[in-house]
């Protein structure tokens, strides 16, 4: 539905006929985290998460998965040593 409440005129996961149903019926501010995301909004009241109405609990344990700001370094695999080859290697 449509927000009618702090991101007027915007769709919103968490409007119902009644009104807000989130956590305390409003939506938060982006957290410093957040700034250069591409999620977030300004709005008259200031800037909101376009996909999270609280965004500091996307940043409490780590990395939001939603930030497009952030690039996760790619992981190189680890290679299996075999113990017998590798002390045959270190005897030469």
């Known amino acids: 539905?449509?927000?009618?409440t702090i991101r007027k005129g915007r769709e919103c996961a968490f409007m119902s006929a009644k009104g807000c149903t989130y956590n305390?019926?409003?939506?938060?501010?982006?957290?410093?985290?957040?700034?250069g995301c591409n999620r977030a909004t300004q709005v008259e009241s200031g800037w909101y998460c376009g996909s999270c109405p609280e965004p500091a609990v996307k940043w409490k344990n780590g990395n939001c998965n939603l930030?497009?700001?952030i690039v996760a370094a790619p992981v190189a695999p680890k290679t299996k040593v075999n113990p017998l080859k590798a002390s045959k290697r270190a005897m030469q």
């Open 24 to 35: 305390g019926g409003l939506c938060h501010e982006i957290v410093e985290a957040c700034q």
């Open 67 to 69: 930030a497009t700001h």
């Open 1 to 4: 539905m449509i927000c009618q």
